[in-house]
């Protein structure tokens, strides 16, 4: 078992920027993919970023350039750092954690982005 936790969701006005965090313990791999996905309400969960274990990253066309996630010094920490937040940021963010065939995810941080 993996387990993930969250930190540093909240409420910003447009243009702001938060940071979030996950760490993930447990039956960890050194091999793995982790990331972050978002659901606003009545929407699907999405991908927003994702970062191989290599460093390799991947971003939905619509944070490009405004989100960046990179690995922290402790291994299996992934941030999320974003910048010029829009009202549609707004939504549920969930850290998740993939090794193996197996994926986990965490207990999902609200951001909220006022206009």
């Known amino acids: 078992q993996v387990q993930l936790v969250e930190s540093g969701g909240g409420f910003v006005q447009a243009g702001g920027s938060l940071r979030l965090s996950c760490a993930a313990s447990?039956?960890?791999?050194?091999?793995?993919?982790m990331g972050w996905y978002r659901q606003a309400p009545g929407k699907q969960r999405d991908m927003v970023a994702s970062?191989?274990?290599?460093?390799?990253?991947t971003y939905a066309d619509s944070v490009k350039g405004r989100f960046t996630i990179s690995r922290g010094d402790v291994e299996n920490t992934v941030y999320l750092r974003m910048n010029s937040l829009r009202p549609e940021d707004t939504a549920v963010y969930y850290c998740?954690?993939?090794?193996?065939?197996?994926?986990?995810w965490g207990q999902g941080t609200q951001v909220t982005v006022s206009s």
């Open positions: 998740y954690y993939t090794s193996r065939g197996y994926s986990y």
């Open positions: 447990g039956s960890t791999f050194s091999l793995n993919y």
């Open positions: 970062i191989h274990s290599g460093g390799a990253t």
